[in-house]
């Protein structure tokens, strides 16, 4: 009996140096928890058994216990690498299309050649799909799917709006229109320009030219008018104008020494009026009337200005010839004395294919992709999962654990909701072992080996003293 209680001794003293060394071994495995050996003690009674002397049958090892402390953090420069500050599992699939899912601590990933996100065993980070808020749509293991951050943005689109808001200068001398000229700068007040885009994605320079009208200097009304001509690439084009009187005061011809002054070359352009306030005209009822035509955009970009210029078009690729650019100015156009001109917004609708120039992740798991367009997207939510009893899950290696019986199902989270930690980008968690621990434990379970050694060898004296009685 004796000898046997010794054997188990040194099997679970073996068991706690297997332990303490495989914690050892792991004390720079990123996202490891470490785990502790428990024991306890046998005993075969039955109902006959004189409880007062039992001595027991040994030890045995009850239970190898996971221990899910939280790890330190260590900063990164990859915005990939991830790590959670509290409670919560990353989560995984072997392949694109799998359903089958693995939880892990460990957040060093990075891009595949196909722009999945996976980790160093190729495993892909599962992610919840977003609207365009940011808010998540379905928080269920069976709707993730693995995280791919695409390289460029979509398709171009062609630019219809530009919106702006601007800062005339009241004291700027009255000039005469029909000598403007885009080469030079003293014949106009102030100019400005904005990227506007074709169909095709190709980009354009659309500049805005202001002039002070001479014609409404001295005017009883509309003394504060302005006329704006529009050039893209340095082509001119008409302001579209459907109303005849509108079209035939607006119609603009030029004089020498004017660039513009060519035989049958002339050039439509938008009227702006202000009142003495500064602030384009309105009615009674405070609806804009300040501006001629009410819409100001552009004719079809495919279309050349007039017989002089040709076949000089701003559309001449391909691009969708039809496309008219509408500038938005609202009640965000004034006029106001002791300034220079300023632009304080101008915006458009349109953009062409940009290509990925970063990704950021926020402590919610939000996955957002910069594009060299200007452009971002949020293209994912990184998904978690909790357990019940986390100790009760099944070590697969590779830092990575499958539900059990034990442990229950996985439970879907967000990060920072309810018990689930909050997500670190540009960090890792690294193992929780505490080696100097460690080595004590080690240097017990080799007492402990060698204590159980030593009754061990007792008893075997004992036995052979037996034998040897004559």
């Known amino acids: 009996m004796s000898m046997s209680i010794s054997v188990s001794g040194i099997n679970a003293a073996q068991k706690h140096l297997d332990v303490t060394s495989n914690n050892i071994a792991n004390v720079n495995t990123i996202g490891f928890k470490n785990s502790r050996a428990e024991f306890a003690d046998m005993y075969a009674n039955s109902i006959f058994t004189d409880n007062r002397t039992a001595v027991g049958n040994g030890v045995q090892t009850a239970c190898v216990s996971q221990q899910f402390s939280q790890g330190s953090l260590t900063t990164t420069k990859n915005a990939l690498d991830l790590s959670i500050k509290g409670d ?4 995984l699939s072997p392949d694109a299309n799998s359903l089958d899912r693995t939880y892990t601590r460990a957040g060093a990933f990075q891009c595949d050649k196909d722009g999945f996100v996976v980790n160093s065993m190729g495993n892909y980070l599962q992610v919840y799909d977003v609207n365009d808020d940011g808010s998540v749509k379905s928080v269920s293991l069976d709707s993730t799917h ?16 530009v ?34 885009y074709d169909s095709l994605g190709e980009a354009h320079t659309a500049t805005y030219y202001f002039i002070k009208d001479q014609e409404a200097q001295g005017a009883a009304t509309d003394a504060n008018t302005w006329q704006m001509f529009m050039f893209i690439d340095d082509k001119p084009v008409d302001i579209e104008v459907t109303d005849a009187g509108e079209l035939a005061s607006q119609t603009k011809t030029f004089q020498s020494p004017s660039s513009l ?12 009026v202000f009142d003495d306030k500064g602030n384009i005209k309105t009615d009674a009822t405070g609806n804009i009337t300040g501006y001629t035509p009410a819409v100001i955009k552009t004719v079809p970009l495919g279309t050349a200005p007039s017989d002089a210029y040709g076949s000089d078009k701003v559309i001449t690729t391909g691009a969708n010839g039809e496309q008219q650019v509408e500038f938005l100015f609202g009640k965000n156009l004034h006029m106001y004395g002791g300034t220079s001109f300023s632009v304080e917004a101008i915006s458009q609708n349109g953009s062409t294919v940009g290509q990925l120039t970063n990704v950021q992740i926020n402590d919610k798991g939000i996955v957002s992709a910069t594009y060299s367009n200007g452009t971002s997207a949020k293209i994912g939510m990184v998904a978690m999962a ?14 990575c654990w499958r539900k059990s019986l034990d442990s229950g199902d996985a439970i879907p989270c967000q990060a920072t909701v309810g018990t689930a930690g909050a997500i670190q ?24 080996y060698q204590a159980n050694s030593r009754a061990l060898e007792v008893n075997n004296t004992v036995m052979d003293s037996i034998l040897n009685i004559r």
């Open 163 to 196: 919106e702006s808001s601007m800062t005339l200068p009241a004291d700027s001398p009255y000039m005469n229109v029909s000598l403007f000229d885009p080469q030079d700068s003293s014949t106009y007040n102030a100019s400005t320009s904005v990227k506007v």
């Open 425 to 448: 980008s540009s960090a890792l968690e690294e193992s929780n072992t505490d080696l100097a621990t460690q080595l004590v434990e080690l240097i017990t379970a080799q007492r402990h």
């Open 88 to 91: 919560g599992f990353f989560v």
């Open 386 to 399: 909790n357990f019940a009893n986390v100790q009760g899950l099944t070590q697969i290696g590779d830092t």
């Open 146 to 161: 693995p995280l791919r951050i695409p390289s460029s943005a979509g398709s171009p689109e062609e630019t219809t709006k």
């Open 261 to 272: 002054a060519k035989d049958g070359f002339t050039l439509t352009s938008a009227k702006l």
